[in-house]
């Protein structure tokens, strides 16, 4: 009988530690949706976080939307993860949700040296319009006329609040709210024909390297000092790192450099789809999944690097 009770204990202490090599996320966990504002550099990480999930087990979609909306939809659990609040910019929009305990900033930056402000081409700062307070100066040249991206973006709420309050003379200037792509379209139109533009720019974006734009400056007292630089942070639901610890894990690990979103980015504004383009990035650059993966398992309890690994048909 003694023999029998040693075995007994010996078979239950393997399956305990069989059930911790083996943790995993609960079933409620593999549907992981992202929000994702309609930007390249959002599509681009989301991509990457996409790419991995799916290749250990989960089952990630997303939801585009306004940031208003997607800070909403975390707020009420219909979304899972946002990697795209931008500090500064997006701060007066997230400040109440944080204040209310609505969802939560994971502590490390997804991206530093990041920046967003207003730019010009290069042809146009070499005119002399340099800074916020050249805008007004050439209002005939630009059309009265200041290009934004989507509508509810806190970068076109800066401008429209120059333009309200007539900070820098640009009272009168009018808001042209449209999609990313939209904007530069035009911004490519306007350098194609050597006119003059102001529009929203921001880094990492191809836009840097397609165009040769000058960041103006003056405008610290609107998008933050240095360019409008910035940090961009993940944000879950409040709880959502208890939920759900494993993907957390990951969402912690994830940080990226601009030059790596930059290049990420540049086919994913050519339409490829992102969690392809994050697939080819990833087959070309497995260094990546050792820090990103540290600590992560696949669904299933596995090794989450060797399940990557595996699915990515690289050593």
Request: with cysteine; aromatic share 8%.
């Amino acid at each position: 009988m003694k023999r029998v009770v040693q075995l007994a204990g010996a078979c239950l202490a393997s399956l305990a530690l069989l059930g911790s090599a083996y943790a995993r996320d609960p079933e409620a966990c593999r549907s992981v949706t992202f929000g994702d504002v309609g930007w390249s550099d959002i599509a681009a990480t989301t991509g990457i976080a996409s790419a991995l999930l799916q290749d250990l087990g989960y089952q990630p979609t997303k939801t585009i939307a306004s940031p208003p909306i997607v800070f909403a939809g975390i707020k009420k659990k219909q979304i899972d993860a946002f990697l795209g609040y931008w500090d500064p910019s997006m701060t007066s929009t997230v400040v109440p949700f944080v204040q209310a305990g609505a969802l939560k900033v994971l502590e490390r930056p997804n991206l530093v040296g990041a920046k967003y402000t207003l730019a010009v081409p290069a042809y146009a700062a070499d005119a002399g319009l340099k800074s916020f307070a050249d805008i007004a100066k050439f209002r005939d040249q630009l059309d009265g006329k200041i290009y934004g991206i989507g509508a509810g973006n806190n970068g076109n709420a800066h401008v429209q609040k120059m333009i309200d309050t007539n900070q820098f003379g640009l009272g009168g200037f009018k808001l042209v709210e449209s999609s990313e792509a939209a904007m530069l379209v035009q911004v490519g139109r306007q350098i194609r024909d050597h006119k003059m533009i102001v529009f929203l720019a921001w880094e990492p974006h191809p836009m840097n390297v397609d165009y040769k734009i000058a960041y103006l400056s003056g405008g610290d007292d609107v998008f933050g000092p240095n360019y409008g630089s910035a940090k961009v942070f993940t944000v879950v639901p409040t709880d959502y790192m208890q939920r759900c610890p494993n993907v957390g894990r990951l969402l912690t690990n994830l940080q990226f450099t601009t030059d790596m979103e930059n290049h990420l980015m540049v086919p994913i504004m050519d339409h490829q789809d992102p969690t392809v383009v994050a697939q080819s990035w990833l087959k070309g650059n497995p260094r990546a999944l050792d820090e990103w993966l540290a600590g992560v398992s696949a669904f299933d309890g596995s090794n989450g690097i060797a399940a990557v690994k595996h699915a990515l048909g690289v050593q």
